[in-house]
């Protein structure tokens, strides 16, 4: 009668460190999708969405802790569970990268959440106002002259957009340029005599958890060309991580592009009928 032989191997029993390395690391995966899609789709306030997604954090730290340990345990005695450890890892780092990239971040830049092409005289938010009264919101004043020298450290190519294009046409400019952009568009006002100023207000959403972020752009007569000031700044928060301030330089550079495209189209001349030749009478 043949003898039939068992695998050593997989008669070890599986360490439950490694299960619970494995276990905490798909849950935190799971809380972080489940906060993101809370924070965006505004299904839960602002602080219990918040509170899921730093428990899902420490969730993932944990894994690693009790990862180590498991490590260890199966090193003295000999039970399986590492492919179940390294998964685990491979989803931590998937969930603790963006958060660690943003504290390095937070350490780099300075502490502003409100940035604006004009600190003087900063664009207001009129029709945006109401939307900054929740609980924790930043108010709709513009954060002063600290703000404004931490900005010029930081971000010294911020300033004023000067087109050599009339104001509607400015106007009109930066309007597309909103609406290419998907944000939301509170109020629109072009421009009108005597002043001819143009104000648009919007609403715009970070990449990743969809932070509200208020943008007010003003649009003014420069003689025969335009002036085009910009302020974006973060509903919620102390610090915005450059958010901001990446927003308003993009804007920047798309608009000056659309301007110079637009200065190059040919001018449409009206067409003018030509009259037929007038009949002579033979008399």
Same mark, same amino acid.
């Given at each position: ?19 619970w390395t494995r276990n905490l690391a798909v849950f935190a995966v ?22 899921? &997604?730093?428990? $899902?954090?420490?969730? $993932? ?9 498991? &490590?260890?345990? /199966? ?13 685990? &890892? ?20 300075? +502490? ?5 092409t004009d600190p003087i005289d900063p664009p207001r938010f009129e ?26 450290? $930081? ?10 294009? +009339? ?39 970070? +990449?990743?958890?969809? &932070?509200?972020?208020?943008?007010? /752009? ?59 030749? $007038? ?5």
């Amino acid at each position: 009668m043949a003898r039939r032989f068992s695998a050593p191997y997989l008669s070890e029993p599986v360490s439950s460190l490694a299960t619970w390395t494995r276990n905490l690391a798909v849950f935190a995966v799971v809380a972080v999708v489940v906060s993101i899609l809370i924070l965006r789709f505004g299904f839960l306030e602002m602080k219990p969405a918040l509170a899921t &997604f730093f428990g $899902a954090l420490a969730c $993932a730290g944990l894994s690693i802790l009790i990862g180590f340990a498991a &490590f260890a345990a /199966i090193w003295q005695n000999g039970t399986r569970g590492m492919s179940r450890i390294l998964i685990a &890892f491979v989803l931590d780092a998937a969930v603790l990268a963006y958060p660690a990239y943003l504290a390095l971040q937070y350490r780099k830049l300075p +502490p502003i959440h409100d940035i604006t092409t004009d600190p003087i005289d900063p664009p207001r938010f009129e029709a945006l106002a109401s939307l900054r009264t929740g609980d924790g919101a930043n108010t709709a004043v513009y954060a002063g002259l600290y703000s404004a020298e931490q900005q010029r450290h $930081a971000y010294p190519d911020i300033e004023p957009v000067q087109l050599e294009i +009339p104001v509607d046409r400015a106007f009109a400019i930066a309007l597309r340029l909103v609406n290419k952009r998907k944000w939301l568009v509170i109020d629109e006002r072009a421009p009108q005599p005597p002043r001819g100023v143009g104000r648009i207000e919007a609403v715009a959403r970070t +990449p990743i958890m969809g &932070f509200r972020e208020d943008v007010s /752009i003003r649009v003014s007569p420069d003689g025969e060309d335009s002036r085009v000031d910009i302020r974006s700044s973060s509903r919620y928060f102390e610090s915005d991580l450059g958010s901001n301030a990446a927003r308003v330089t993009k804007f920047i550079d798309e608009l000056n592009t659309a301007a110079d495209a637009d200065n190059l189209k040919p001018v449409k001349k009206p067409v003018v009928p030509v009259k037929p030749p $007038a009949k002579t009478v033979k008399k």
